[in-house]
DNA sequence: CAAGTATTCAAGCGAATACTAGAATATACA
DNA sequence: TGTATATTCTAGTATTCGCTTGAATACTTG
């Protein structure tokens, strides 16, 4: 009967690594971040990602028969989504010990969102007081899809492309804080950059809507 | 600029993936479940794994490189121990997932975890108030070394090989619950199985000693 | 039914991975 | 210094994985 239990712990963590491997590509992180936004269509993964339709697509099968993302047809296009909130919150974990484990994350943080921001980003205790307040423009400058998926409450949509020709709606002496898909996007740093330019008061956010989500929801 | 973003999130992810791929082994994820138990030696983790030393070595490695282990030395031995409490914490979700998502997780533990034991496991909250109430022989039936490492608070070690010689130590008409590594680990009921036969009211917990202590620490 | 669009599948190729076997290394002890 | 024990390293082999390319399939529309 020993026997029999090694073999039975074979299957098990043979199906524990399952998970694992389908987690062990980059491609496919990525597509799980980009799905933890919003369903999205093959084609649209391919387009963010820069690969090929029939490279995401295979992707995309391993992470079907993984059991980590599901579909619905609509018309031609297959819209993948997250199989549950526990995938989302799979992946958060991973980035999170990515983080905490691996000094090559932290050095490309820093590449990017630590060292051209002299104003380190609001805190989520800070958010909450301003969004309390309603003294600050929230701006979301996610793809409208992903906003329209979710966002944080009172945040105005304001994709990234279109922020430059949309500075005269904001009254200039109203700070503005800018948030997008979490601690690995640089679009909220893209959308401050080009604020601060035009002599806005702008500072960004680093929190992700579905973790701003769960934190807030009510049963 | 542009470019250099995808450039970045391809580096970033594949930082990512590391992660993953570490988690893509059957083998090194069992050694990372017997870790979150206790510190071990790699001739101990092969001992339990039935693999070669030669083999755990070169797993433990990756899992080196990745910084989800570390080690410490003790005369020729080198003690790996689990790098900190999130990778802890990762495991257990992705071992979550995989039941959730995976028929043939639930399967495997259908197979000998839910068929033979007609009394269910214990609760956590019925634990905790037998616990409480201390009307219950709590044993923790794992190696002593994991008992060691952490335990329920109360608990006896009684490795199971010692189990059937040990029954003259306590009153048959008190209950017995025992546990072992958490929900993926057959100790227990084999404990609770022995006890039965030799007239014992005996049930298990599913209950893993590193999630009890997350719920019960004290700031 | 034919054409267009989106998606999936299959095959090939090169790279990566897991295990084994044996050698090399590190540490402790007499 | 030599021996014993524990661990790591190296090389070879078989298997798996990721991407590309082109074909096949599924769905919609006219």
Redesign the interface.
Known sequence: MAED??V????????????????????R??MLDLLSQSPKSVESLAREL?SSVANVSQHLQILLE???VATRKQGTFVIYRL??E??A??LE??????E???A??RE?RD??LTQRDALSPVSDRELEALIQEGTVYLIDVRPPSEYAAGHLPGALSIPLPELAERLQEWDPDRPIVAYCRGR?C?YARDAVEVLRDAGFSARRSEVGVREWRRRHSSA
Chains 1, 2 share one sequence.
């Not at 712990?9 to 491609?27: C, E, M």
Request: charged share 20%.
């Open positions: 239990s090694r039975w712990k074979d299957r098990l963590y043979g199906q524990f690594a399952r998970i694992g491997k389908a987690l062990g590509s980059p491609r992180l990525e820069g993984a059991q980590l199989a549950n526990t995938v919150q799979l974990l991973l980035e999170t010990v990515s905490e484990c691996l090559d994350v490309l590449l990017y690995y640089l």
